[in-house]
């Protein structure tokens, strides 16, 4: 019976709505970036996602010590577990041995996407596991005994995981009323790329050949063998019934070498493609000059050539070009969103929900771009081999859309958060003026009303804060490399302290500079970040830019009969 409703309900995932799914992860190699760092990005997309930065002190337990876990997501308690004899300081979603996490959410398929009835959720997943492992190959080992011992009470996930010198993808869901969870780990080969935005994107993967020993060397092990994860041939890692379990119920009749994870766990959909897979698209795109030929399966057609794992970019990648990756709204492709008449006069590139809707018995979709307007927080995390970890890790952590925010440096040996993301600094229902999250969201929403002209003052400001921020990152990163661990975490936590409140300075400006200049639709000059006036103080004659010729056609053709002088 059971094998018989996991058939029965994959057709659940195949409605052509595209639903409002968030989050967006790129993963950049060592050999891929400029200077040799390994990174990770993160939007977290939700309407109720508060931008914030945790922080965890680490330290040593008592034996018999238990911690409780609460729902990511409701805040209401979850599970107790044993407490690790030792857990690591962390600083959102990076700890102070340079281990980052991100992810992206999809479901999956019914009844796999309502998880376990009690476990491990996706989000403590994640803390648990950065206060317990120190690189990618413990995290995973890790991750994988959590949801073996205590289940896996959430659907599908793609994971990345970043240290200083590897980058991984991994892949889970779980196997509903059964305890525990099917999963799949895969190394990014140095010197590619990849990425996930709320699509299983892991398709067939190398499984182990024979038996495991010591001398041998396979690049591929199951769950059975998982202590053999930390020998460096290895670079994929599965649940030992990956396969079986959905051979068992019926959710795949095939075992050979052309087994999908992807396909099995997470069927391509129009809304799969169009609204997620998309998303990845758009920044291999911008990387990699041979990627028109995966535009159609971009845009949602199933039968086209499919985009690989991963890729190799043209050209090798620098921290701030990874920020500009994350701020994109199909520019330069035929889904560009700032080109249809949905954006309106003023080219604004973002469309309030619902994202699908019907005219005349069709249906249309909306387009899901990287940036979006309901990011509560974004980061890029960057980790560099060559530092001490304290202040070799970085969270470049910024609140609200990515297009529109700023990369401020939080190294991960910091022990003191900045006021302004400070945990329980306002919250969605709770104004506060000294948190980024809402200083942020009124300069963009501001924005939205004449994007064309104010977005160009928010990048200027924003594209001066982070090359400052990086190059101040770089004196400071030499100044304490030597430092004892006391005076470098005191000198790490003035930096990040005192680069937050410049930004925060930085940006009320700007607030209050956008607000004069734009008030009531005129554009008033303005040099240096001033307001100009003549010589007596009057204000100077502000212009009237016009509306586009388009949109006073399409006034023409609306109501013209009523505008037209007679």
């Given at each position: 019976?059971?094998?018989?409703?996991?058939?029965?309900?994959?057709?659940?995932?195949?409605?052509?709505?595209?639903?409002?799914?968030?989050?967006?992860?790129?993963?950049?190699?060592?050999?891929?970036?400029?200077?040799?760092?390994?990174?990770?990005?993160?939007?977290?997309?939700?309407?109720?996602?508060?931008?914030?930065?945790?922080y965890h002190k680490g330290g040593d337990h008592a034996a018999g010590e238990m911690l409780r876990l609460y729902n990511?997501?409701?805040?209401?308690?979850?599970?107790?577990?044993?407490?690790?004899?030792?857990?690591?300081?962390?600083?959102?979603?990076?700890?102070?041995?340079?281990?980052?996490?991100?992810?992206?959410?999809?479901?999956?398929?019914?009844?796999?996407?309502?998880?376990?009835?009690?476990?491990?959720?996706?989000?403590?997943?994640?803390?648990?596991?950065?206060?317990?492992?120190?690189?990618?190959?413990?995290?995973?080992?890790?991750?994988?005994?959590?949801?073996?011992?205590?289940?896996?009470?959430?659907?599908?996930?793609?994971?990345?995981?970043?240290?200083?010198?590897?980058?991984?993808?991994?892949?889970?869901?779980?196997?509903?009323?059964?305890?525990?969870?099917?999963?799949?780990?895969?190394?990014?080969?140095?010197?590619?790329?990849?990425?996930?935005?709320?699509?299983?994107?892991?398709?067939?993967?190398?499984?182990?050949?024979?038996?495991?020993?010591?001398?041998?060397?396979?690049?591929?092990?199951?769950?059975?063998?998982?202590?053999?994860?930390?020998?460096?041939?290895?670079?994929?890692?599965?649940?030992?019934?990956?396969?079986?379990?959905?051979?068992?119920?019926?959710?795949?009749?095939?075992?050979?070498?052309?087994?999908?994870?992807?396909?099995?766990?997470?069927?391509?959909?129009?809304?799969?493609?169009?609204?997620?897979?998309?998303?990845?698209?758009?920044?291999?795109?911008?990387?990699?000059?041979n990627m028109k030929q995966y535009e159609a399966y971009a845009m949602g057609d199933k039968t086209a050539l499919r985009?690989?794992?991963?890729?190799?970019?043209?050209?090798?990648?620098?921290?701030?070009?990874?920020?500009?990756?994350?701020?994109?709204?199909?520019?330069?492709?035929?889904?560009?969103?700032?080109?249809?008449?949905?954006?309106?006069?003023?080219?604004?590139?973002?469309?309030?929900?619902?994202?699908?809707?019907?005219?005349?018995?069709?249906?249309?979709?909306?387009?899901?771009?990287?940036?979006?307007?309901?990011?509560?927080?974004?980061?890029?995390?960057?980790?560099?081999?060559?530092?001490?970890?304290?202040?070799?890790?970085?969270?470049?952590?910024?609140?609200?859309?990515?297009?529109?925010?700023?990369?401020?440096?939080?190294?991960?040996?910091?022990?003191?958060?900045?006021?302004?993301?400070?945990?329980?600094?306002?919250?969605?229902?709770?104004?506060?003026?000294?948190?980024?999250?809402?200083?942020?969201?009124?300069?963009?929403?501001?924005?939205?009303?004449?994007?064309?002209?104010?977005?160009?003052?928010?990048?200027?400001?924003?594209?001066?804060?982070?090359?400052?921020?990086?190059?101040?990152?770089?004196?400071?990163?030499?100044?304490?490399?030597?430092?004892?661990?006391?005076?470098?975490?005191?000198?790490?936590?003035?930096?990040?302290?005192?680069?937050?409140?410049?930004?925060?300075?930085?940006?009320?400006?700007?607030?209050?500079?956008?607000?004069?200049?734009?008030?009531?639709?005129?554009?008033?000059?303005?040099?240096?970040?001033?307001?100009?006036?003549?010589?007596?103080?009057?204000?100077?004659?502000?212009?009237?830019?016009?509306?586009?010729?388009?949109?006073?056609?399409?006034?023409?053709?609306d109501h013209g009969d009523v505008l037209e002088e007679k």
């Amino acid at each position: 019976m059971k094998s018989i409703l996991y058939s029965l309900l994959i057709w659940a995932l195949m409605l052509p709505a595209l639903h409002a799914t968030g989050c967006t992860n790129f993963i950049v190699s060592r050999g891929a970036s400029a200077d040799g760092s390994t990174m990770i990005t993160y939007a977290a997309d939700s309407h109720t996602r508060y931008g914030q930065l945790r922080y965890h002190k680490g330290g040593d337990h008592a034996a018999g010590e238990m911690l409780r876990l609460y729902n990511y997501g409701s805040l209401k308690f979850q599970i107790e577990i044993p407490q690790a004899a030792h857990t690591y300081n962390v600083v959102g979603f990076i700890n102070e041995c340079q281990l980052a996490i991100g992810e992206t959410t999809w479901g999956g398929i019914e009844p796999l996407d309502k998880g376990n009835d009690t476990g491990i959720d996706y989000g403590n997943l994640i803390y648990v596991t950065l206060q317990r492992a120190k690189n990618c190959r413990e995290a995973i080992k890790v991750m994988a005994e959590l949801v073996e011992s205590y289940g896996y009470a959430d659907g599908g996930e793609s994971f990345s995981l970043c240290d200083p010198n590897e980058v991984w993808i991994f892949e889970i869901t779980s196997k509903g009323a059964e305890k525990g969870a099917v999963w799949v780990a895969r190394r990014v080969p140095d010197g590619y790329v990849s990425g996930h935005a709320n699509q299983a994107r892991i398709t067939t993967f190398p499984r182990e050949q024979g038996k495991w020993n010591k001398k041998a060397k396979h690049t591929a092990i199951s769950s059975r063998h998982l202590d053999c994860i930390f020998s460096p041939e290895v670079e994929c890692v599965y649940s030992e019934d990956v396969v079986s379990f959905a051979t068992k119920h019926g959710i795949a009749a095939y075992v050979d070498a052309d087994f999908s994870y992807a396909d099995t766990y997470n069927p391509l959909t129009f809304s799969g493609l169009r609204a997620c897979e998309a998303r990845v698209y758009a920044i291999f795109n911008r990387i990699n000059g041979n990627m028109k030929q995966y535009e159609a399966y971009a845009m949602g057609d199933k039968t086209a050539l499919r985009m690989p794992l991963w890729i190799k970019p043209d050209r090798k990648l620098d921290v701030h070009d990874v920020m500009e990756l994350m701020r994109d709204h199909f520019e330069g492709t035929p889904m560009d969103m700032t080109k249809d008449v949905g954006a309106g006069p003023f080219a604004c590139p973002y469309r309030w929900r619902p994202m699908d809707f019907e005219v005349d018995g069709k249906k249309y979709v909306h387009e899901r771009a990287i940036s979006t307007q309901q990011t509560g927080f974004s980061f890029v995390a960057q980790c560099r081999g060559w530092l001490p970890d304290k202040v070799g890790g970085i969270i470049w952590f910024g609140v609200d859309d990515t297009y529109s925010t700023c990369y401020c440096p939080m190294f991960c040996g910091i022990t003191q958060v900045p006021v302004c993301f400070e945990e329980g600094n306002g919250s969605m229902s709770q104004w506060s003026e000294t948190a980024a999250f809402w200083l942020f969201n009124r300069v963009s929403n501001f924005c939205y009303l004449r994007y064309d002209a104010m977005i160009k003052d928010v990048r200027k400001a924003q594209s001066e804060l982070e090359y400052s921020f990086i190059d101040q990152v770089a004196t400071l990163s030499q100044q304490v490399e030597n430092y004892n661990d006391v005076r470098m975490v005191n000198a790490l936590n003035k930096a990040s302290n005192q680069m937050a409140d410049e930004m925060m300075k930085h940006w009320t400006a700007l607030d209050h500079l956008l607000l004069m200049k734009y008030m009531d639709g005129n554009v008033k000059q303005e040099e240096n970040g001033k307001i100009k006036t003549t010589a007596t103080g009057v204000v100077q004659s502000p212009s009237h830019p016009p509306y586009p010729q388009w949109f006073y056609e399409a006034i023409v053709k609306d109501h013209g009969d009523v505008l037209e002088e007679k």
